[in-house]
T-cell receptor, first 110, second 116 residues
Framework: SQKIEQNSEALNIQEGKTATLTCNYT??????LQWYRQDPGRGPVFLLL?????KEKRKERLKVTFDTTLKQSLFHITASQPADSATYLC?????????FGTGTRLQVFP | DAGVTQSPTHLIKTRGQQVTLRCSPI?????VSWYQQVLGQGPQFIFQ???????GRGNFPDRFSARQFPNYSSELNVNALLLGDSALYLC???????????????FGSGTRLTVV
C-alpha cells in the first residue's frame, strides 16, 4: 500500500538557520506533491506544490525539491523565525484526494 | 471573502450517539472533501463531493455518510459513535474536482469531536 513517511521527531533549530524537512514515499509515483502548514487546533494551510517534472520550486523563504528517483521531497525554510514554528505536512495527490504524511513538528527558538 | 467555515467548533458526544458536522465552502467552490485527523497523525480522506454527488470515499465504515446541498455546503454524519471516532474533522473545498492537484485545498479550522 502507499506509504508516506515524515520524521515523527520534532525538529528544533535556532532562529536564522535553515530548517530542512523530509518526506519519503513508497509504492506510488505521484504526479504532484504538496506541502501544508498546520498550527495547533487549526486546519492545514497550503504552502507549495511541485510537479513530477519539476526539480525545485521556491516561494519567498520556502524551497521544495522533488526527487522521483529517490521518492523523496525536501522542504526548506531559510532564515527561519519563531513564527515558522508549526507542524508541516506533505501530501501526495491520488485520484481526487490527498494522502498525507504524519507531519513533522518544527520548533524555532530565538 | 469568508474562508471555509465549519460548525460546531467543538462537540462532546457519548458512545452510540449520532453526530452531524457542517461545512460551507468558499464561495464559487463546488467540491467539498472531508478528512479525519486523529491526534498526532495526518489527515485521512473520508469523502469527496462534487456537484452534489459522491466522487470518492476513503476506507471508513458505513457509519460515516455525507451529502452536499445545492448551495454546495455539506454535512458529515457519523452514527453509532465509538471512542475511536474522537478526532478533528476537517472540511476542505476546491473549485473543481481535480483542482486540488494544481492548487491544493483550502481547509476549514475543523470540528473537534470528543466521544466519551
Amino acid at each position: 500500500s502507499q506509504k508516506i513517511e515524515q520524521n515523527s521527531e520534532a525538529l528544533n533549530i535556532q532562529e536564522g538557520k535553515t530548517a530542512t524537512l523530509t518526506c519519503n514515499y513508497t509504492n506510488y509515483s505521484p504526479a504532484y506533491l504538496q506541502w501544508y502548514r498546520q498550527d495547533p487546533g487549526r486546519g492545514p494551510v497550503f504552502l507549495l506544490l511541485i510537479r513530477e517534472n519539476e526539480k525545485e520550486k521556491r516561494k519567498e523563504r520556502l524551497k521544495v525539491t522533488f526527487d522521483t528517483t529517490l521518492k523523496q521531497s525536501l522542504f526548506h525554510i531559510t532564515a527561519s523565525q519563531p513564527a515558522d514554528s508549526a507542524t508541516y505536512l506533505c501530501a501526495l495527490y491520488n485520484t481526487d484526494k490527498l494522502i498525507f504524511g504524519t507531519g513533522t513538528r518544527l520548533q524555532v527558538f530565538p | 471573502d469568508a474562508g471555509v467555515t465549519q460548525s460546531p467548533t467543538h462537540l462532546i458526544k457519548t458512545r452510540g450517539q449520532q453526530v452531524t458536522l457542517r461545512c460551507s465552502p468558499i464561495s464559487g467552490h463546488k467540491s467539498v472533501s472531508w478528512y479525519q485527523q486523529v491526534l498526532g497523525q495526518g489527515p485521512q480522506f473520508i469523502f469527496q463531493y462534487y456537484e452534489k454527488e459522491e466522487r470518492g470515499r476513503g476506507n471508513f465504515p458505513d457509519r460515516f455518510s455525507a451529502r452536499q446541498f445545492p448551495n454546495y455546503s455539506s454535512e458529515l454524519n457519523v452514527n453509532a459513535l465509538l471512542l475511536g471516532d474522537s478526532a478533528l474533522y476537517l472540511c476542505a473545498s476546491s473549485l473543481g474536482r481535480t483542482d486540488i492537484a494544481n492548487y491544493g485545498y483550502t481547509f476549514g479550522s475543523g470540528t473537534r469531536l470528543t466521544v466519551v
